[in-house]
């Protein structure tokens, strides 16, 4: 009864040095694929990182993580020549197949970031403010554009003729447009109905004026997004992906 009481014990000890130690390597182990994923990926700040599973050693020896959290707030990208700040960026990863800890591949990955409706209006045409559509136009992915009519038109390098200017002086347009994804960076923005101007010939001009498109520079490269869902808080994108290059 002795030895068996004093090999559980001993069990028990050698259980919690083994839990100590997995923990500690875990802790490393997400710190280096931050600071990879940093450089990588040209993040101004290291993400988040979490290794999910238990026992972590033992996914190591076998060169394959079951899944993996990334997190990063505050990154910023470009657009339109404009810097935009790009906040709730995540990504989870399954089945992330290593090389040490210089490289790794995940097989299958999801994930979502947002952009306020004031950095999407940076990269707008002149003079246009890009806000909340409201739920019912939000549940179709469609944001308000509004803005200045002659502004908006000469936005785009239309000459607005002085008797126009007359009749449009002080009119302010409003847009509900369509938000959509284009090639995992380019969010697309389209006028899905129009006001009617008081010009003949100017309505396809006004349309040029308030559609756009909106080109994600310095986003991670493990985020390739392919749909918008609109809120009241902006824009919130999700997407996926095969054979992610988490670092190296």
Known sequence: MRALRILL????????????ADRLAVGYAEREVAAKIRSSQGLSEEPEVSINGFPFLTQVVGSELDDVSVSADGVTARAGGHAIQVTEVTAELNSVRLNGLSSAVADRATGSARISYADLAKSAPKGASVSYAGAERAAKGQVKVSGPAVELLESTGVDVPGFAEGLLKG??????STVSIVGGDTVRVRAADLPGLPVPGFDGMLRDAVDYDLKLDGMPST?????????????????AGTDVRLAG
Do not use: P
Request: cysteine-free; proline content about 0%.
């Open 171 to 176: 009119r302010t347009i409003t847009a509900y």
């Open 9 to 20: 014990i001993t069990a028990v000890i050698l259980g919690g040095l083994f839990t100590l």
């Open 223 to 239: 985020v390739k997004l392919d749909k918008a869902l609109a809120d009241e808080r902006g824009l919130r994108f999700s997407g």
